[in-house]
Structure formats: structure tokens, C-alpha cells
Nanobody, 127 residues
């Protein structure tokens, strides 16, 4: 059974930074596609950042240049490093994993790609 456990959310002022962690268990292939999605109140869930089977990274236009998605294969953990945070980044952030191949921005940032989801961690950015 694949499990994803997120941590690292919290409250921060605009311009600050946070790092989210997603620890995965239940599979051995560390090259699985991984993504971070977010959902603000009253809005649909959207892909923020993702990393493909081959290790390529993709970002939503709204977070490019501010967020990165490093991965530690030895720990089966993927991170979301968020810098220069804005109030509009306030949302519940979810980690997702696909046990299987994926590549390209459409798949890596698409919700339908992923088999497994974490429980979410709240990020609140105040102005």
C-alpha cells in the first residue's frame, strides 16, 4: 500500500519561504512521477509543480521562478521549496504519486495522472 505523508505547512508573511516534505512508502522505485498540487478555498485543485519519471521538473506559470521540487531518492522524499511567497499562494497543498511512467508537462501537472494522494498540508501567506 502506497502512503504519502506531507509535512512542513504553516503560516508565513508575504516574501517568506516554506519547505514542504512528502515522504513516500510502499514502493521501491524512487523514479515514480511525483507532483505537488494545491487547492485554495472555492477554487479547483491545480498542479503547482511536478517531477517526471526521468527527473524533469515542471511548474505552473504562477510559481515559476519561486518554487522548486527537489527529490531525495534515497529517502523516497520529494520536497516543495517555496520562496517569495504571496498571499495568493495560500492553499491546501497535496502531494501525489504515480506508480508508473509519466513525462511531459500535461501529464506531470495533471491530476488524472496520479494514483496516490497525501492528506494535505495547509499553507497560509499573510500580506
Amino acid at each position: 500500500q502506497v502512503q504519502l505523508v506531507e509535512s512542513g505547512g504553516g503560516s508565513v508573511q508575504a516574501g517568506g519561504s516554506l519547505r514542504l516534505s512528502c515522504a513516500a512508502s510502499g514502493y521501491t522505485d524512487s523514479r515514480n512521477c511525483m507532483g505537488w498540487f494545491r487547492q485554495a478555498p472555492g477554487k479547483e485543485r491545480e498542479g503547482a509543480a511536478g517531477i517526471s519519471t526521468g527527473g524533469s521538473t515542471y511548474y505552473a506559470d504562477s510559481v515559476k521562478g519561486r518554487f522548486t521540487i527537489p527529490r531525495d531518492n534515497a529517502k523516497n522524499t520529494v520536497y516543495l521549496q517555496m520562496n517569495s511567497l504571496k498571499p495568493e499562494d495560500t492553499a491546501m497543498y497535496y502531494c501525489a504519486a504515480r506508480v508508473g511512467f509519466c513525462a511531459g508537462a500535461r501529464l506531470v501537472l495533471g491530476m488524472e495522472t496520479y494514483n496516490y494522494w497525501g492528506q494535505g498540508t495547509q499553507v497560509t501567506v499573510s500580506s
